[in-house]
């Protein structure tokens, strides 16, 4: 199978949710000018990731931000994996939400954050996303002519049984919007990628906000892709910019076969359908 061309947008993320729109818009036409031709943006790009701004921005499911996105896929002929926004439903309930476009504009995939981040690291960074958001529950794939795709954001990526199970489902990329902070960032980001990589022998494609360090959660960006070998292939700094990467779907099947690791799985002694941690209901301890 032929390359794809990726491009990861790390931009920044502002208090406009227009200017937030328009900016996205440049730099799809940017990575699209380089041939791009699947585009990923950053997690929360139209609303700075802080909760007391989620209600205000959340839309429906086809509201204003949906429909530019879907208008940046169809006008470019390009995939679009539209970052993610706050999603409101019928109930009320605001989801972490990520849309997903085919090049005539059509939404192909949906994901809702499964995993809430609400962590509280001593002397460093402390969000509770569970203060205004609810988490999805469904495990997210999509098909794409280069090769089946699973869909998670950021947070979800400390899960490696969510990562299997997308694998487990056909993926062969899976794809993180993302927005790390300045505590887990240095520590964790680049080897949560590289090891689900590993574990999965799939492309791992992150796409964070640019830093701002004024900002109340300064993102660390780093919008990173990783090889089914688990190497680094590309890898931003904190800077607004665009990644453009070609990526090898041939090199999934060459890994996979010259290292079975998912050939080898011994089903018959552990699978992922009992474990023993609290089950949370609908993502709340
Ligand atoms: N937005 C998020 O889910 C942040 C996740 C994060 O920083 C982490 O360390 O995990």
Known sequence: MNTLRVGLVQMHVGYSKEENLQKAKEMVQKAVSKNAQLIVLPEMFNCPYDNQFFPAFAEEEGGFSWQELSRMALENEVFLIGGSIPEIDDQGCIYNTSF?????????????????????????????????????????????????????ICYDIRFPELARLLVAKGAKFIIVPGAFNMTTGPAHWEILFRTRALDNQVYMMGAAPARNEEAAYVSYGNSIIVDPWGKVVQRMDGEENILIEDLEPAKIERVRTELPLLKHLRQDLYTLTEHPYVTPKNGRY
């Open 100 to 152: 997903v476009f085919n090049r005539q504009g059509g939404q192909i995939a949906k994901h809702r954050k499964v995993h809430l981040f609400d962590i509280d690291v001593k002397g460093g960074q402390y969000f509770k996303e569970s203060d205004t958001l609810s988490a999805g529950n469904e495990a997210t794939v999509f098909d794409t002519p280069f090769g089946r795709m699973g869909l998670i």
